[in-house]
């Protein structure tokens, strides 16, 4: 998909705009799994997630080769929208961004914040991209998939600058949504020749990757049950399933209450505050904690973008009526 000099290009790219993400081993999660473990702090970007990096990446290109696009429509949960508003923001285009209706309110307000046209549309992910694809053709903007080249160069970064750092690490938990992030790691591994296993994380509720890898071609699921919205996906990305059969040792399933415990365990063993999708790599390396014992792991925290009453409701079980005081 790239080489390892235009993966360093595309880094020069972000850190342009942002320096390079911290990474730290946090004594307290060493203690609670039993082995050093190295957290990726994606949550730490300017818009608090991971593909801002590919935001940036794609729009840099986008700016210099395409000049004459007026605009961009993508569909989102909330990261990959504030990816590219804050990215379109910078590079002078247009963004438009659809979400479902019952999006996370502070993720849509961020995403006007950064400049975005926000339209809310369909009961969930796959429904606001076919109206996406509709905007496109109807007002001639350029259709920004959640999957892209430029995408996945971009957040591909973030395990540069990891694995540049952390050479020795036995695996690496990666969750997965629409693949960007898992294949970006497994890519730049490769490139750097990392003997790293990469171990992709998903909601049990929303399985569709791990249906799909376990079957050999894509598995389309009916829901996407999880509050963790950065990996409710529904339809496998074909291209991003090649690249993670090829390069992934498996994929772990958690459950939504696993996910809570480890949004609890960053807040008390780093005081770090993580979205449902960036605790997952966490909740599966706790589930496979017997494995890991002794060993030197990373996990990716990918996103700390979780609505306050999401998170006292599904993280501190608070009641509806606390969280709305």
């Known amino acids: 998909m790239f080489t390892l000099p235009e993966l360093r290009a595309a880094a020069e790219i972000v850190h342009a705009a942002m320096p390079p993400t911290p990474a ?27 593909k801002v990096r590919g935001g940036l990446v794609y729009l840099d290109r986008l700016r210099r080769e395409r000049p004459h696009v007026p605009g961009i429509v993508s569909a ?21 961004i659809l979400v479902p209706h019952g999006n996370s309110t502070e993720k849509n307000a961020a995403m006007r914040a950064f400049g975005a046209d926000l339209i809310e549309h369909g009961a969930d992910f796959q429904e606001a991209r076919e109206e996406a694809g509709r905007l496109a053709q109807e007002r001639g903007l350029e259709m920004v ?31 997965i949504g629409q693949g960007s992030g898992i294949c970006g790691s497994i890519l730049a591994r490769d490139l750097l020749g990392a003997k790293t296993e990469i171990v992709g994380v998903q909601s049990a509720g929303a399985p569709a990757y791990a249906l799909s890898f376990a079957a050999g071609h894509p598995v389309s699921t009916a829901t996407a049950e999880t509050f963790a919205d950065g990996v409710a996906t529904r ?3 074909p291209e991003a399933l090649a690249i993670i059969r090829r ?48 060993q030197r792991i990373g996990v990716i925290l990918c996103g700390g973008n979780i609505d306050l009453a999401l998170f006292r409701r599904r993280v501190l079980d608070e009641p509806v009526a606390v969280a709305a005081q």
Not at 30 to 44: A, P
Not at 81 to 87: H, I, K, N, P
Not at 151 to 161: I, K, M, S, W
Not at 257 to 270: L, N, P
């Open 235 to 237: 339809v496998p990305d």
């Open 76 to 96: 989102t949960r909330g990261n990959h929208g504030q990816s590219l508003a804050y990215a379109g923001r910078r590079h002078g285009v247009a963004v438009t």
């Open 145 to 175: 998939p959640s999957f892209h080249r430029d995408l996945v160069l971009g957040v591909a970064t973030y395990a540069l600058e990891l694995l540049t750092a952390h050479p020795d690490l036995a695996r690496l938990y990666v969750p």
């Open 24 to 50: 730290y081993a946090w004594p307290l999660l060493g203690e609670r799994l039993g082995c050093t473990i190295i957290v990726k702090h994606e949550n730490h970007t300017p818009t608090g997630a991971f």
């Open 247 to 294: 390069g992934a040792a498996r994929i772990v399933q958690v459950s939504d209450d696993e996910i809570a415990a480890a949004i609890r365990a960053y807040w008390t063993d780093t005081h770090n505050l993580a979205e449902g999708a960036g605790a997952a790599p966490l909740a599966a390396a706790l589930q496979e904690r017997m494995a890991n014992a002794g």
